[in-house]
């Protein structure tokens, strides 16, 4: 499984992005997709995660009602929606994927920027 995460950049504080995470997989439906950030100086932190079969969906409690997490399994893509955003938000983005019958993620991306403004 090969992920390609994109769609970072630098916004504005109360803006919008959307990242994009391309999967190379023979079966997309059979994963999890899950969204995690690192901060600098922090450690990584989970954001949430989508059954890539069955749309369920899961979130921090820092990005609940802000960030949407869906996907298209015609293009074995996941997005992340992220939608007012505040400084704290700067961070690297990783999506990665697990099988679902797995729990521990096995599978990453190479990580996209995005930087919040004030």
């Known amino acids: 499984v090969q992920l390609q995460a994109s769609g970072g950049g630098l916004v504005q504080a109360g803006g919008s992005l959307r990242l994009s995470c391309a999967a190379s997989?023979?079966?997309?439906?059979?994963?999890?997709m899950g969204w995690f950030r690192q901060a600098p100086g922090k450690e990584r932190e989970f954001v949430g995660s989508?059954?890539?079969?069955?749309?369920?969906?899961v979130y921090a409690d820092t990005v609940k009602g802000r960030f949407t997490i869906s996907r298209d399994k015609s293009k074995n893509t996941g997005y992340l929606q992220m939608n007012s955003l505040k400084p704290e938000d700067t961070a690297i983005y990783y999506c990665?994927?697990?099988?679902?019958?797995?729990?521990?993620?096995?599978?990453w991306g190479q990580g996209t920027l995005v930087t919040v403004s004030s």
């Open positions: 990665a994927a697990h099988h679902r019958v797995q729990s521990e993620y096995e599978y």
């Open positions: 997989v023979r079966s997309f439906s059979n994963y999890v």
């Open positions: 989508i059954n890539l079969s069955v749309g369920r969906v």
